[in-house]
Each structure stands twice: as structure tokens, then as C-alpha cells.
């Protein structure tokens, strides 16, 4: 099946920050007008950290463009970030492959974007704590969602989208039977969090632990 997932914007805001954009302009509106109309000191501090507040929710949903390698082998980063685990590990859909993970601060931009081009065959969802995105019992405790992807050359790989400390919303708008390419969005996590991906043993990281990525943009490891 084809369908829209999530639909490329030139905005430079995605939709999904909308509402609490909206949120946070009206409450500091309605202190800034307050502060004004009684010379109140005691509404003005509070009414200068919400618009910090808004500034912030506006930077935290920006919405960049990106563009992907052009070699179709790469896969490229499902998200912005660092880098804070690659190696070997087990996946209990994949087995034994290789893994690599990616921290996002509140400073990142949290829309994650597919890593490589293929079919979804199969999303899961698991209830969790709320650890450090960090902390590497993140990966098995924390709340999760991920997608199995199939590529056309018959290899599976899997992207889970994890809960942080922070982040407690997890969104993916990508369900089993879809069709996804490559450097496309596909969900978002608000505030703090991690994705983890799992890909094929045979696969040698392009990346190392401390380095920062680009989602959609920066190779992971090839698939040739």
C-alpha cells in the first residue's frame, strides 16, 4: 500500500509543534498584557521566561530540509544527534546484527527521517520507564515504538523510536503495508530522546561513538 506519511512542508515549523507553539505565545500574551496594563513587575518576570519558553518550543520544532546521499547503498541517520553506541547486538526480530544508536538533546531537532528505502512488514509498540535516553537499559526498558523495514533486496532492518527522560510523546505516522523512501520524515519525539537501529551483521558503521549526525543526510553504513 502507498500512502502518505508525512507529507515534506517548505514551513520552517512542522505542524506538530503548532499546538504548543500556540500555547506558549498566548500565555506569555496575556502576561505581557498584564505587566502592561497594571506596571506590574510581578507579571513581567514571569511573562519574559514564558517567551523564552516560546522561543524555545519554536526552535525545538524547526523544520529543516534535508538531502540524501545520492548512493542508494547508504543508509543515513533516522535522526539529528550523537552518536552513543555502535556495535554488535541482539535484536530479538533480527537476532545478532549491528547496532547503532543515537542521542537527541532538547537542542535537536526531533523529527526522524526514514533510514532507508522499503516496506514497513511490521510496527510494535512497548509500555516502559523513562530512563536517560543516555543510559543504555534505555534501549530495553524505556518506552518504545519501532518499525521492521524490508528493503527491495529482501534484508530487514528495524528503527525504534525511544522515550528519554524528558520525552514522553512518541509519534510515528508509518504503519505495516506502507511504502517508505529514503531521507523522508515518518514520526517525531518531543523532548529528549533516542533512536536506536539495528541493521544486518554483515554491515561495517561508516560512524564511531562522540560523532554527531544529520538526519537524512549522514551514511550510517552501506547495504552494497
Given at each position: 500500500?502507498q500512502r502518505?506519511i508525512m507529507r515534506p512542508?517548505p514551513?520552517?515549523i512542522?505542524?506538530?509543534g503548532?499546538?504548543?507553539?500556540a500555547?506558549?505565545?498566548?500565555?506569555f500574551?496575556?502576561?505581557a498584557?498584564?505587566?502592561?496594563?497594571?506596571s506590574?513587575?510581578?507579571l513581567a518576570v514571569?511573562a519574559?521566561?514564558?517567551?523564552?519558553?516560546?522561543?524555545?518550543?519554536?526552535?525545538?520544532f524547526r523544520?529543516?530540509r534535508?538531502?540524501?546521499?545520492a548512493d542508494?547503498?547508504?543508509v543515513v541517520?533516522?535522526?539529528d544527534?550523537?552518536?552513543?553506541?555502535?556495535g554488535?547486538?541482539?535484536?530479538?526480530?533480527l537476532?545478532e546484527c549491528c547496532?547503532?544508536?543515537?542521542f537527541m538533546?532538547?537542542?535537536?531537532?526531533?523529527?526522524?527521517w526514514?533510514p532507508?528505502?522499503?516496506?514497513?512488514?511490521?510496527?510494535?509498540?512497548?509500555?516502559?520507564?523513562?530512563?536517560?535516553a543516555?543510559?543504555?537499559?534505555?534501549s530495553s526498558e524505556?518506552e518504545q515504538?519501532?518499525?521492521?523495514?524490508?528493503?527491495?533486496g529482501g534484508?530487514?532492518?528495524?528503527?525504534?523510536?525511544?522515550a528519554?527522560?524528558?520525552?514522553?510523546?512518541?509519534?510515528c505516522?508509518?504503519?505495516?503495508g506502507d511504502?517508505l523512501?529514503?531521507g523522508?520524515?515518518?514520526?517525531?519525539i518531543r523532548?529528549?530522546?533516542r533512536v536506536?537501529?539495528?541493521?544486518p551483521s554483515?554491515?561495517?558503521?561508516l560512524?564511531?561513538?562522540?560523532?554527531?549526525?544529520?538526519a537524512?543526510?549522514?551514511?550510517?553504513?552501506s547495504?552494497a
Open positions: 500500500m502518505e512542508s514551513l520552517l512542522t505542524p506538530e503548532y499546538p504548543y507553539i500555547y506558549s505565545a498566548g500565555l500574551l496575556l502576561l498584557s498584564g505587566a502592561w496594563l497594571f506590574s513587575a510581578i514571569p519574559i521566561i514564558v517567551l523564552g519558553l516560546c522561543l524555545f518550543t519554536i526552535s525545538f523544520n529543516p534535508r538531502t540524501a546521499p542508494p547503498t547508504l541517520a533516522p535522526a544527534g550523537t552518536v552513543v553506541y555502535v554488535p547486538a541482539q535484536q530479538e526480530l537476532g547496532k547503532i544508536s543515537i538533546s532538547v537542542f535537536n531537532v526531533h523529527i526522524n526514514v532507508f528505502s522499503g516496506n514497513v512488514i511490521d510496527r510494535f509498540y512497548r509500555q516502559g520507564r523513562f530512563l536517560d543516555r543510559d543504555p537499559r534505555s524505556n515504538l519501532g518499525l521492521v523495514l524490508e528493503t527491495d534484508e530487514r532492518l528495524v528503527a525504534v523510536q525511544i528519554g527522560l524528558v520525552a514522553r510523546r512518541i509519534i505516522y508509518a504503519e505495516p511504502r523512501e529514503r523522508t520524515r515518518y514520526g517525531l523532548f529528549g530522546s536506536d537501529l539495528y541493521l554483515r554491515v561495517s558503521p560512524v564511531k561513538t562522540g560523532e554527531t549526525t544529520v537524512g543526510e549522514t551514511p550510517l553504513a547495504l
